[in-house]
């Protein structure tokens, strides 16, 4: 059988396609990355977590193995670490303050970890945090930056104050445009800029925008910011800082290397409802990262794996976007010609990842592509083919794995 024929063959039984064409095509297949760029995978334990899949030491860049995205909630000793400076400290909770002022508040304010714990309200949010360039070793041709493979993400219940009523406390004055953020890490060479991050004025008030001390019920680990960091939710990882320590209101635009010209996006490449304008240029082609892709994956089953003809094979996945909701998952194993719904699991909130599943019954043992495509509220979808951005951002083409039938 040809792949032609196999293409045609319809939804009911599996299909069954050479390893190569189609494979490669869709961009997510093993033999579809670039020479060197995550073949070489080591797993290694940063303390108080499991092994993750090392990308580099210093500063430290672990990445999730894709079977801790079966569960809802990624565990705090999986989470993915992220980090562009090498100098992170080792925080005191008893001793942090986290400083609130700048040229657009009324009046400096400053909080111990117990004013946040004892004079707010406390909030807590399902969020999938997800850095912008995860999947960004899969990107044809390659693109330079940490080689991430599917892993740097994960879901998970994070609790705390909103940032809107800490910045209420300051008092925001007329003409605040922006607020802006620094964590407790810094550079080891001076040539590296420290971690900057703003966020528009709309976004900070927000009532999803939190400063979070609590992961999935629990202290918020060292790797992953503690003792608070800021939950962006709907937005890429680069806005939620860590180890947060400054918050500044601003009337100017931050101008910081992690703002312009890092963390940009071709202005019209991407289905972007959220734009962050106060940071655009007139003349410039290029605007901030802002919210999440729609995307989704199998998490169950690793490219290659070998399941059984005449027995049912069951999928499961994930599939998450900026917050409007995924409303549907579907599943196609010819070729994208045909569609079948899969089963959502439980609405956890629409800024959580959504679980899925499946159950296939392939009959005749040869290669079989399985992809999956979801679609959130606004209708938005994952692509076929990559949109390519230097920085290989926002990659999120339909996945197609491979299972070979025996
Ligand atoms: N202080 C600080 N916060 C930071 C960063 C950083 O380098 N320093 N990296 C950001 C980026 S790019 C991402 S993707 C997320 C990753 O969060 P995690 O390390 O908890 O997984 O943290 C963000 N917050
Ligand atoms: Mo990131």
Redesign the pocket.
């Known amino acids: 059988m040809n792949r032609r024929q196999v293409l045609q063959g319809g939804a009911s039984a599996l299909a069954v396609v050479g390893a190569s064409g189609l494979l490669s095509k869709l961009g997510l297949a093993a033999e579809a990355l670039p020479e060197g760029a995550i073949a070489v995978q080591a797993l290694e334990a940063l303390p108080d977590k499991v092994p993750l899949i090392r990308k580099t030491i210093r500063p430290p860049n672990f990445e999730t193995p894709i079977n801790y995205f079966n569960e809802a909630f990624t565990p705090n000793n999986a989470?993915?670490?992220?980090?562009?400076?090498s100098d992170i400290p080792e925080m005191d909770a008893a001793s942090w303050k986290l400083a609130v002022g700048g040229p657009a508040v009324e009046r400096q304010v400053q909080f111990t970890l117990d004013d946040l714990k004892g004079s707010f309200e406390r909030v807590e949010i399902a969020a999938v945090?997800q850095?912008s360039g995860n999947r960004r070793g899969f990107s044809e041709p390659h693109v330079p930056g940490v080689e991430w493979g599917s892993g740097a993400m994960?879901n998970a219940r994070w609790a705390g104050v909103r940032l809107k009523d800490v910045l209420d406390k300051a008092g925001l004055a007329e003409g605040a445009i922006e607020i802006a953020f620094n964590?407790a890490?810094g550079p080891v060479h001076d040539k590296t800029p420290d971690?900057l991050k703003s966020l528009p004025v709309w976004k900070a008030t927000e009532e999803n925008t939190l400063i979070a001390y609590e992961m999935n019920g629990e202290a918020l680990p060292h790797?992953?910011?503690f003792p608070a960091r800021l939950v962006v939710p709907g937005w890429t990882?680069?806005y939620?800082?860590?180890?947060l320590t400054e918050i500044q209101a601003l009337t100017e635009p931050l101008k910081s290397f992690w703002m312009n010209p890092a963390y940009r996006i071709p202005r019209s490449l991407f289905p972007v409802v959220e734009r962050f304008t106060s940071q655009e240029q007139p003349n410039s082609a290029n605007t901030p990262i802002t919210e999440m892709v729609v995307n989704s994956m199998i998490t169950n089953l690793e490219e290659g794996a070998e399941v059984k003809a005449g027995q049912p094979v069951d999928l499961k996945g994930i599939a998450w976007d900026g917050g409007y909701g995924i409303v549907d998952v579907a599943i196609s194993i010819d070729g994208g010609k045909s569609w079948t719904p899969t089963q959502l699991g439980q609405d956890l909130g629409r800024f959580s990842w959504r679980q899925w599943s499946h159950q296939l019954g392939p009959q005749q043992p040869g290669m079989v592509s399985v992809m999956v495509r979801a679609r959130n509220r606004m209708g938005q979808t994952q692509v076929d083919s990559l949109l390519f951005n230097g920085a290989g951002y926002h990659n999120n083409v339909v996945q197609a794995l491979g299972l070979k039938v025996v």
Do not use: A, I
């Not at 939620?240 to 180890?243: I, L, P, S, Y």
């Open positions: 989470f993915f670490v992220r980090y562009h400076l945090c850095c994960g964590g890490d971690f790797w992953n910011g990882g680069t939620w800082v860590k180890h």
